[in-house]
């Protein structure tokens, strides 16, 4: 038998790979003679880790009780990421009732490591269009609003409708937006569906801001607080600057059009 604490070329200790099978009475053998729960892996994760995104129970529940909080401060992620990650539900609840954080974040240093950016566990279960634990993540007390790329906008992007419900019943900023890409005011969420009726009518319904969808600060003749009469006033703008959809900036005499998704008049 292999020494408890002994890892593999990948860097993973033999307790990880138990705590990756789902077998509890090999987790227990191995704890029994000396396997540390506090051994991470090469990218940091531990074996309370891998039991939570392989949906293992009973692994995951011994392991909770043996594993050391700092050596989790230390991985720079927490076990209900990964539970959210792999989409299990039933971990994910045990985990808020042993009094995880649900609005835990990743380490900047992990988070780098996402083409998104993403930090929060609601965040993998909303872009893994999970609606259950969406809910449970919620109803814990989980904040939509600490990712760079806010929950709702992933929603929305991906056109689940029954999330972006879920999410903006419980307070997720409608007008919320993605500053890393875009540092104009024109909501960022209606960017993501201006092709989708069913979507732009729910977000509307829930209080759009539609007047900033004729707010642009990249023209010197423009401001912010600009009133819908002055409009007509000046030259044309477009709201959204760097992208190819473009809808109509001015009305009056001189209605202007710019291309892209919606249609021009004939």
């Excluded at 129970?57 to 992620?77: D, P, R, W």
């Excluded at 985990?95 to 490591?113: E, K, M, P, R, Y």
């Excluded at 992208?243 to 004939?266: A, C, L, M, N, R």
Aim: charged share 20%; net charge negative; hydrophobic share 40%.
């Amino acid at each position: 038998m292999k020494q408890p604490r002994w890892a593999s070329c990948k860097g993973e200790s033999v307790l990880m790979d138990s705590a990756g099978s789902g077998n509890p009475d090999c987790v227990d053998l191995l704890l029994e003679h000396g396997a540390s729960p506090d051994l991470a892996s090469l990218t940091g994760h531990l074996p309370i880790h891998r039991a939570a995104f392989e949906g293992h129970y009973l692994v995951l529940k011994k392991l909770i009780s043996v594993t050391s909080k700092m050596a989790l401060i230390e991985s720079g992620q927490s076990p209900v990421h990964s539970a959210a990650d792999g989409g299990h539900a039933q971990c994910l609840q045990l985990l808020v009732d042993s009094g995880f954080d649900v609005n835990a974040l990743l380490d900047q240093t992990i988070s780098d490591n996402y083409s998104d950016m993403r930090r929060s566990a609601l965040y993998f279960a909303v872009s893994n269009g999970d609606v259950t634990s969406t809910e449970m993540l919620l109803n814990a007390g989980a904040k939509p609003d600490l990712d760079p790329l806010q929950c709702l906008l992933v929603a929305v992007r991906a056109g689940m409708y029954e999330i972006v419900r879920i999410l903006l019943a419980n307070r997720a900023n409608v007008n919320c937006y993605f500053t890393e890409v875009n540092d104009t005011v024109f909501p960022t969420a209606l960017q993501y569906c201006l092709k989708d009726e069913e979507m732009m009518r729910l977000l509307l319904n829930h209080g759009y801001d539609v007047d900033k969808c004729f707010h642009c600060h990249h023209d010197f003749h423009f401001y912010m607080g600009f009133a819908w009469k002055d409009i007509h006033l000046h030259k044309p703008c477009c709201v959204i600057c760097d992208g190819e959809d473009k809808i109509p900036v001015s009305f009056g005499p001189d209605y202007y059009w710019v291309q892209g998704s919606v249609p021009q008049p004939t």
